[in-house]
Nanobody
Framework: VQLVESGGGLVQPGGSLRLSCVAS????????MGWFRQAPGKEREFVAG????????VYRDSVKGRFTISRDNAKNTVYLQMNSLRPEDTAVYYC??????????????????????WGQGTQVTVSS
């Protein structure tokens, strides 16, 4: 499975961006998916996760109410809508897929080491 992110860029504080992650080389429809980010000089951190069906989501506290993760299994795509962006959201954002089949479960994967497939990342810069 290959994951390719897009939608990053430069945005002013308070602005919005929508990241997309398209999977190819296999289906991710039965896998929990997630978004992580890594700022310069910092470790990669969990941002948001979604169950295979999209029925369950989990967010890190600092993005709750501002970011929304969603997925379209017909398009093999997961999204991250980011609103009210702040300078501290500046980072490379990575899409990830948990390679375990969780169909029928509401499980959301949070731990980085449990993800099997990763995209190359897309840069998000929030600055005036």
């Amino acid at each position: 499975v290959q994951l390719v992110e897009s939608g990053g860029g430069l945005v002013q504080p308070g602005g919005s961006l929508r990241l997309s992650c398209v999977a190819s080389g296999g289906t991710v429809n039965n896998y929990p998916m997630g978004w992580f980010r890594q700022a310069p000089g910092k470790e990669r951190e969990f941002v948001a996760g979604i169950s295979w069906s999209g029925g369950s989501t989990v967010y890190r506290d600092s993005v709750k109410g501002r970011f929304t993760i969603s997925r379209d299994n017909a398009k093999n795509t997961v999204y991250l809508q980011m609103n009210s962006l702040r300078p501290e959201d500046t980072a490379v954002y990575y899409c990830a897929a948990d390679g375990a089949d969780y169909s029928g479960s509401a499980a959301v994967t949070v731990l980085e080491y449990e993800y099997d497939f990763w995209g190359q990342g897309t840069q998000v810069t929030v600055s005036s």
